[in-house]
């Protein structure tokens, strides 16, 4: 009746050395230090409060076995093992122990055994009630990193990185990988902004970790982005004079070199040549401006002794602007004609937005 029990409680004490980890958790019961015996069994990592009815639980197990030995060699040797035996052995060791609690000495060491008891006691109550509702503190946005990208005004923001955390809790790497970042007004940001990134994850799921997240948004300067010239007024005047320098002179020379006959030598003359209207678009996808220009060009013609006064309209088209470490850098200027001196500046200008520009994007530039 002795060696079944002991022989089933033997085979669950290896089960339960091999629940806390082999051989650093026996190390750990060997110098009797429960907390790096149970900090390595598995199966009670995220159970923070169970440590102490575990450690209750084997040391009462291994007192089972100590008795069960006794009990067995008390019955090798054909010792009797009665009640009666225990009563006569208890009594005595209670006379023994009140003769040792009247003497002075005897009594202090009481004393102080029960004291020791009772603060070890105390202790491991409290240890297992702060485990009990012990937090982990995770901060989820300190350690990411956020990297700006894009045209100033249509930036956008990524996020790379995780928060610190203890990478070998499966729970805690898994709560990890379901957090996503929030970046406010992202795809529209300029250098210069304050924007917020926000952590978004399951609050259920963090208490249930028994996790405090202290820290779930940060603020950040946006910094890194292209310049771009959105507006016209985004130029320098010392750019702006550039642009429309290369344009008039691209529409002089065009009208300088439009031939009305075909038969001989004709000789321009352009008596005027008057910007009437300007058209500014910018492109999201390029990060490049377009300015286009109208102009008014009279013209006196001359072949065979005949002289010949007339207007003509010509469109200069400056793409291109983009801001480069020399300014505006290289930019492209191309010259179209328009419509000839039939037309008033007027029906100019609307023939052109009906087919060529769009109105909403008409600009006033000083002449």
Known sequence: MTVIPFVISVVALLFEIYGVSTVSALSSVARMDF?????????????????????ILFLAHISYLIV?????????KGESVN??????????????LQTFARDP?????LIGIVS???????GCVGFGLYNMFKKTPLDLVSDVQVTFSGYDGEGSATIEGTADYDHTNADITSFIYGVTYEVENNGELSNGDEVTITANYSKETANSLKLDVTKASKTIEVEGLEEVYRTWDDLSKEDQKTVLDRAYDKVMKKAKDTTYQYFGKETITVNSLNQIAAYYTYSKGS?????????????????????????EYYMATASGLKPTKDGIGK????????Y??????????????????DAEDKIDIEK
Do not use: W
């Open 287 to 311: 990060g490049e401006g377009s300015l286009k220009l109208i102009y008014k060009a009279d013209i006196t013609s001359t072949y065979d002794g005949d002289t010949v006064n007339h207007v």
């Open 83 to 96: 009640s009666t035996k225990f009563e006569k052995g208890t009594e005595n060791l209670i006379k023994k």
């Open 116 to 122: 020791v008891c009772a603060v070890v006691l105390v």
């Open 35 to 55: 907390g790096g015996m149970l900090s390595s069994a598995y199966n009670l990592q995220n159970i923070e409060s169970m440590k102490i009815p575990f450690i």
């Open 105 to 109: 000495k005897g009594k202090k060491t």
């Open 340 to 357: 000839s001196q039939d037309d008033s500046e007027q029906e100019a200008i609307e023939d052109a937005e009906d087919y060529r520009v």
């Open 68 to 76: 069960a030995i006794l009990f067995m060699r008390m019955d090798k």
């Open 331 to 338: 930019i492209s200027v191309d010259v179209s004609y328009l």
